[in-house]
């Protein structure tokens, strides 16, 4: 049984200020816990916190509601010690998912004078984003909803525009918008879908929200796994801790904040946070080393029969290769500020890799690729390319992708893709099939820029990867690059 350090929520909590958009388990194990840490160090503020489920978990907000927003993090350093805490940081919790009735309370509370900040941790597609453009996809039948009913929005850049615009109109100076999201450049990101939605609706409000609205960059750093049936009994069994709103993480964790807020912020600093004037650097470094090889250890290793990454991390020939990923692919294309060790940074994320108490799925990690590896690989590999540098590990990772989205299970069955081209993946696996296949795919514009898929070099270098990946087996290839490395 590990050693149980409990840290209980000591002080009440004063007004919101403080929207959150997206409460799932990453939010409540990151944001809401150093909301939590400021609020026990300095009693009641004006930095509550109400967070708004725009998803399909409903179960989770009434469970909120019934612990009077409080829940548990039990931060996990290994098997043997753990910190519980308590997070009573939550001030109310919405509902405006499909079959919600809360979206005016919502627009409400992000309209009022005390809301000064509003974050989000939507998912990279919550954006309605080109992966491969950055331009709002207008095609979205939620966006295409959105402009036609601007004052009923589903999408989390018309929650946040029609908030702004109630603003504007009633002489409100504008609340912050931060982004917690896994994007390069976050800030401006959610800058151009709020914008772009704007300038499709009310030209006097793109300009408003042009000159008024800060969107500060960010990166956050936690693994944060889903939470399960087994995660729940072992909280129960190792810790008696009986909360169906707790979440289970490591015990790292890591904000950096482009300092950037006009009505001011709580003094996270005095938390660990790192307020930085350009948080780019950051931002590149964790989605090309951490999030780029989580999502190599997810579809290669479950091609190889692995199901999380803890088992991936420990299958030796697989290490070696996330480590040549690392620091042959992914840290060339760094530029860090003084101080930042790239190869100490890589050791130390392969030891949060191993650590087994997370039990972190694979699959969950596959999920959503065609909006992740833009950001995690591809942009990456155009720069490699650039520079006469070569791009074996990615390649394979795209061939693994490829592979992993349209063909089936071992055994023979269907292999679910939970994506928003999985349509299309589904209709391009049963079409095509080796090299066609390959082109289909990186002729997606969606996924891939044209400055990258109209390079010979990077088509071929995917073409050689996935040929040997069907000739020889993904277990067979990562000996061969072990015994090479």
């Known amino acids: 049984m590990p050693v149980v350090k409990r840290v209980p929520s000591t002080s009440p909590v004063g007004e919101i200020g403080i929207v959150h958009l997206g409460l799932g388990a990453f939010h409540r194990a990151h944001q809401a816990v150093y ?17 708004a489920n725009l998803r399909s978990n409903r179960t989770l ?46 627009l409400q509370r992000m309209a009022a004078p005390q809301t000064r900040i509003v974050t989000l941790t939507v998912t990279e597609k919550g954006y309605c984003l080109s992966p491969a453009t950055g331009q709002l996809r207008i095609e979205d039948p ?9 004052q009923a929005p589903r999408t989390a850049p018309g929650i946040v525009l029609e908030a702004l615009r109630r603003r504007r109109a009633a002489g409100i100076a504008a609340f912050t918008v931060l982004c917690c999201d896994n994007m390069p450049d976050n800030g401006q990101r959610t800058r151009q879908a709020v914008s ?16 008024h609205v800060a969107f500060p960059g960010c990166m956050v750093d936690r693994i944060v796994p889903a939470m399960d049936g087994e995660s729940f009994t072992r909280l129960e069994q190792q810790l008696d801790c009986h909360d169906r709103a707790a979440v289970v993480c490591e015990s790292f964790s890591q904000w950096v904040i482009e300092d950037h807020f006009p009505l001011g912020r709580p003094d996270w600093e005095v938390e ?23 999502s190599l250890l997810a579809y290669v290793g479950l091609l190889i029969g692995h199901e999380s990454v803890f088992d991936a991390i420990n299958d030796a020939d697989l290490a070696q290769f996330i480590e040549r990923y ?19 940074y890589a050791q130390d994320l392969k030891a949060r890799f191993a650590n ?14 065609s909006q992740k590896l833009p950001q995690r690989w591809l942009l990456g590999a155009q720069q490699l390319l650039g520079e006469g540098r070569g791009l074996a ?93």
């Open 142 to 150: 939620a966006i295409a909803h959105d402009i036609a009913h601007p």
């Open 326 to 344: 690392m620091t042959e692919e992914a840290a060339p294309t760094l530029d860090m500020p003084a101080g930042i060790d790239l190869a100490v």
């Open 356 to 369: 087994d108490s997370l039990q972190h799925r694979l699959r969950q990690i596959a999920m959503d690729g």
């Open 35 to 51: 909301l939590q840490r400021h609020l026990n160090r300095h009693g009641a503020s004006d930095w509550g916190l109400c967070s």
């Open 272 to 294: 660990g946070v790192q307020m930085v004037d350009d948080v780019r650097p950051f931002e590149t470094m964790k989605l090309r080393m951490l999030n780029g090889s989580h």
């Open 61 to 106: 907000v009434d469970q909120l509601r019934e612990q009077d927003g409080r829940y548990h993090v039990a931060e996990y350093r290994d098997r043997e010690q753990v910190t519980l805490r308590e997070i009573g940081v939550l001030r109310q919790a919405l509902y405006v998912g499909e079959g919600g009735h809360e979206l005016e309370l919502l």
């Open 196 to 211: 772009a939605l704007a300038a499709l609706q009310d030209e006097g409000l793109t300009q408003w929200v042009n000159e």
């Open 393 to 485: 590990c990615t390649a394979l990772g795209i061939a693994a992708w490829i592979h992993y989205c349209t063909q089936p299970l071992p055994d023979g069955s269907a292999r679910v893709i939970d994506d928003p081209l999985s349509a299309t993946f589904a209709d391009l696996g049963g079409r095509f099939a080796g090299a066609s296949l390959v082109d289909a795919f990186l002729d997606l514009g969606e996924v891939f820029p044209a400055a990258l898929s109209d390079r010979p070099d990077f088509r071929d270098a995917v073409q050689r990867a996935y040929g040997a990946l069907i000739r020889d087996g993904m277990g067979s290839l990562l000996h061969t690059f072990a015994a090479h490395n």
